[in-house]
């Protein structure tokens, strides 16, 4: 079943293409379902191999700038390797249906549209389960195009797993991320030029982290200024200290204080001239 990408064998374009550089695959784990075709292009600056380690198939010497194509006709895991370098290893997951990562994140409430697609031969319909905490749950069921890709419209309401499911196959579970919360911010400018900052999450995100940015002409940008977490109360107070007039606002982010999950408002801190209305 090797084939060569543009060569006689050549029919649909490879479900995915992983590259390999000088020392390991780019995309070591790569899930496809039955009939998809793989292809591993050399952009290193010396030769490798692709050879799955239960012998079904060996490209033999990939050189510089060369490619290499299979197609996976049967259902499960395929692990392989380079014989010139052992090192490198990767893996083909092989299955009868297959969900599409979301790119986009979702709003709580609002519909969002899942697409995946099913192995060659595949024909009926696919169930669809979500879990958002309490485990997976049937969500719907949704037909199969002749193309055998399928689309179903999904409504989460916070962030949830999703797995599709056709006879006794599962694919693998992909994260719909949802942004469900909001930031209120109140701005209030205290005497002696300091301005204090209330912050409330909701719905109630004890214990997570807050960022208060400002937008520095200095740093062509917004800015972290101070990073805290909320209280018992989902609430966090912020003071800044007497300056010029900025933009402000207050992100609601992951642990790592940069992953953005909501943002508030933007408000104004710091002493601004038109205080002394002309
Ligand atoms: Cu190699």
Not at 103 to 132: F, H, M, N, Q
Not at 192 to 212: E, F, H, K, S
Request: aromatic share 6%; net charge negative.
């Amino acid at each position: 079943m090797d084939m060569t990408m543009g060569g006689a064998d050549a029919g649909a374009p490879p479900a995915a293409s992983i590259p390999i550089g000088f020392a390991a695959f780019g995309t070591p784990r790569v899930d496809v379902v039955a009939g998809d075709a793989v292809q591993w292009s050399n952009d290193s600056s010396r030769a490798h191999d692709i050879v799955a380690t239960d012998g079904s198939f060996d490209s033999g010497r990939v050189i510089v700038g060369d490619h290499y194509a299979h197609r996976f006709s049967t259902v499960g895991a395929v692990p392989y390797y380079c014989s010139l370098h052992p090192f490198m290893t990767g893996e083909i997951d092989v299955h009868e249906v297959v969900l599409d990562a979301p790119t986009l994140r979702a709003g709580s409430g609002k519909p969002y549209v899942l697409t995946g697609r099913v192995a060659a031969g595949v024909t009926g319909s696919v169930a669809i389960e979500g879990d958002d905490g309490g485990g997976f749950v049937p969500i719907t069921t949704t037909p199969v195009a002749t193309d055998g890709t399928f689309r179903t419209a999904v409504v989460p309401h916070t962030t949830t797993s999703y797995r599709a499911q056709v006879d006794d196959d599962q694919s693998p579970a992909v994260q719909l991320l949802v942004l469900d919360h909001a930031v209120a911010v109140h701005a209030m400018r205290r005497k002696g030029g300091t301005t204090a900052i209330d912050v409330r999450v909701t719905p109630a995100a004890p214990g997570q982290t807050v960022v208060l940015q400002e937008r520095l002409r200095e740093r062509f940008g917004w800015w972290p200024i101070s990073t805290v977490k909320l209280d018992a109360r989902s609430a966090a107070h912020f003071v800044v200290p007497r300056g010029a007039a900025v933009p402000a606002r207050v992100l609601l982010t992951l642990r790592d204080g940069a992953t953005e999950l909501a943002r508030s408002a933007t408000v104004h801190v710091g002493t601004t001239r038109s205080h002394h209305h002309h």
